[in-house]
């Protein structure tokens, strides 16, 4: 079955650094791939997508692209910010048509000053 | 646009009470899920909908859990008797879906209702 294996956390770094969280996944087909990022106190926000191979999703300066050669969706940040301390979700679209997202455990990421 | 709707955000009650969750999902949408996220667990599927109809069930941990959807805005997850062990944050979300001409579209998540079972 699909299944998403998500860098093990907790990831902490200073501010100004650059950011990688790893994302591989197994799935047959050609599903599409997100990154949502949970903040304390609230429920997860989709970050930014990717529907086919080699596209590039990108929001609020995170980046990430599906790599269908290395089954993977690394999401990356040039500069990160105190402000982006958060836990961060990599998911997994279905195939079969029923919206049903595949979610990896998690990375907690925090940013210090 | 109003975004998924959970209440309550936070419920205490003491174990054997019975606890309903309401979500109301955003207008238009056909897919509804209810998770639940625990650190030991991370975020689990429990079920979801189409259209009204629940689909898949299978992460509803016993019968205990029960969830219904009455209407396209509106559904419950409910839990009784409840116990210490059901403590955890529970979403909802929804999203767009092939009866709307959708495939592959991301969900939008609910801020979660955290239940504390004393």
């Known amino acids: 079955g699909d299944s998403v294996t998500q860098m093990e956390g907790p990831v902490t770094l200073s501010e100004e650094a650059f950011l990688t969280i790893n994302c591989t996944y197994t799935a047959t087909g050609y599903p599409s791939l997100f990154w949502y990022v949970q903040y304390p106190g609230e429920g997860l926000q989709l970050l930014l997508k990717?529907?086919?191979?080699?596209d590039k999703g990108s929001n609020k300066g995170f980046e990430a692209t599906y790599r269908k050669e290395t089954t993977s969706f690394h999401l990356e940040k040039g500069s990160v910010q105190v402000s982006d301390s958060a836990v961060y979700f990599c998911a997994l679209g279905s195939n079969f048509g029923n919206e049903k997202l595949t979610f990896g455990t998690g990375t907690r990421l925090t940013i210090i000053p | 646009d109003a975004g998924v709707i959970q209440s309550p955000r936070h419920e205490v009650t003491e174990m054997g009470q019975e606890v309903t969750l309401r979500c109301k999902p955003i207008?238009?949408?056909?897919?509804l899920f209810w998770y639940r996220q625990t650190m030991m667990r991370g975020l689990e599927l429990l079920i979801y909908?189409?259209?009204?109809?629940?689909?898949?069930d299978s992460g509803m941990p016993e019968d205990r859990f029960s969830a219904k959807m009455p209407n396209a805005s509106f559904s419950t997850l409910k839990i009784q008797p409840s116990e210490p062990r059901d403590s955890a944050v529970y979403f909802c979300?929804?999203?767009?879906?092939?009866?709307?001409?959708?495939?592959?579209?991301?969900?939008?998540f609910g801020d979660g209702t955290r239940l504390s079972i004393l």
């Open positions: 207008s238009g949408h056909d897919y």
């Open positions: 909908f189409n259209n009204n109809v629940p689909i898949d």
């Open positions: 990717a529907t086919k191979a080699d």
């Open positions: 979300a929804s999203s767009l879906g092939r009866s709307q001409g959708y495939s592959n579209q991301p969900q939008h």
